[in-house]
């Protein structure tokens, strides 16, 4: 059975990007076939406005964020489609990542970051501290967009070739380590 990789668009803007490099990049991995994509964005999903009502620890979510926290605890791996909005990562993302805890633990993360000229890297490095504190993974291998604009023809293609060789990259080593951690989980309970 193949892992499950959850793609997670985190702009929620109405005017974005976000979709044409999540589009790009999930029929990459489709067509590599190495896991089974499940498409997450963030501007169709259904989170409490307020984490108030639960502790996310707690693993006791409202009706509103349990099927988030099902789709989240179901993946083995992730990729977070971010831009960069001055220097940092999007509140959607924020609070998305917030709102659930445990279903993020122990499993690889890869981000695709996209921007202006530093192609979302500031927002890439932020959110490496967040995975931390949530025990994810954060791989080595990215795929950055800078000037995004122009990375995509009028049918949503990439104009530079070596966008789809860090893809593959990053599905490599995705790959590894979702096989990896998922064995460990199943085999070695984490002693923390």
């Known amino acids: 059975m193949k892992p499950t990789l959850a793609v997670i668009v985190a702009s929620t803007r109405n005017e974005r990007i976000g979709t044409t490099v999540a589009d790009w990049f999930v029929a990459r991995a489709t067509a590599d076939d190495r896991f089974d994509v499940d498409l997450i964005d963030l501007r169709e999903t259904t989170l409490d406005e307020r984490i108030s009502d639960h502790h996310p620890r707690s693993g006791v979510y409202s009706p509103e964020v349990t099927a988030f926290a099902e789709r989240i605890a179901a993946a083995d791996a992730f990729v977070i489609i971010t831009p960069e909005y001055n220097h940092g990562y999007p509140s959607s993302l924020k609070h ?46 990215a795929v950055v967009l800078p000037m995004v604009f122009g990375k995509f023809d009028d049918e949503g293609n990439p104009t530079d070739p070596t966008m789809n060789d860090a893809a593959t990259n990053v599905l490599t080593e995705l790959e590894w380590w979702a096989q990896a951690l998922s064995t460990a989980r199943a085999t070695t309970p984490f002693p923390l």
Request: hydrophobic share 45%.
């Open 96 to 141: 998305a990542l917030d709102s659930v805890s445990k279903e993020w633990n122990l499993k690889p993360v890869a981000i695709v970051s996209y921007g202006g000229i530093s192609g979302g890297l500031r927002a890439a490095e932020q959110l490496k501290a967040v995975f931390g504190e949530l025990r994810m993974h954060d791989i080595r291998e």
